[in-house]
């Protein structure tokens, strides 16, 4: 068997214009974070890693580190699905609302007394000052 046959080659280019590069050179060299081992098994181990996370359905598994990339899709998910929520939730509110005024119920929810307040005897005016939507509602009642 030729060399050639056992081993295959391929170029490592670092741009020194460019700081990732150089910060990843820099620990590339470092022998301290290899851990003695060679180059090409650190490249070996990198390159196993990525296309590991790439075959385990985007990286989804345990403690497999997470890209951008895969946040932002996440994160707009998780935003669709409020946006879901909250259409459910009006929805809901206008349909109780709706059906409510069909009713002849008030759709407002009136503020609960607070100790100490009197409450209001059999002839004593409710007082709806702190309320104006309240007297377009009656006025609107009053009309039909």
Request: net charge negative; glycine share 8%.
């Given at each position: 068997?030729?060399s050639?046959d056992?081993?295959?080659?391929?170029?490592?280019r670092f741009?020194?214009k460019?700081?990732?590069?150089v910060?990843?050179?820099?620990?590339f060299?470092d022998?301290?974070?290899?851990?003695?081992?060679?180059k090409?098994?650190i490249?070996?181990?990198?390159?196993?890693?990525y296309?590991h996370?790439?075959?385990?359905?985007?990286g989804?598994?345990?403690?497999?580190?997470?890209?951008?990339?895969?946040m932002e899709?996440?994160m707009?998910?998780r935003?669709?699905?409020?946006?879901q929520?909250?259409r459910e939730?009006m929805?809901?509110?206008f349909?109780r609302m709706f059906v409510?005024n069909?009713?002849?119920?008030?759709a407002?929810v009136?503020?609960?007394?607070?100790a100490g307040q009197?409450?209001?005897?059999?002839?004593?005016?409710?007082d709806?000052?702190?309320?104006p939507?309240i007297?377009?509602?009656?006025?609107?009642w009053s009309?039909?």
């Amino acid at each position: 068997m030729a060399s050639g046959d056992l081993f295959r080659g391929f170029l490592l280019r670092f741009s020194m214009k460019k700081d990732q590069h150089v910060r990843m050179l820099e620990k590339f060299e470092d022998k301290r974070l290899n851990g003695g081992k060679a180059k090409t098994q650190i490249i070996m181990d990198a390159l196993e890693m990525y296309y590991h996370a790439l075959e385990s359905d985007s990286g989804r598994g345990g403690d497999e580190a997470v890209t951008v990339r895969e946040m932002e899709e996440r994160m707009e998910q998780r935003l669709v699905q409020f946006r879901q929520e909250i259409r459910e939730d009006m929805a809901q509110y206008f349909f109780r609302m709706f059906v409510g005024n069909m009713a002849g119920q008030p759709a407002a929810v009136f503020p609960t007394r607070k100790a100490g307040q009197e409450e209001p005897g059999e002839n004593a005016a409710a007082d709806i000052s702190g309320m104006p939507d309240i007297m377009d509602k009656i006025m609107d009642w009053s009309e039909n």
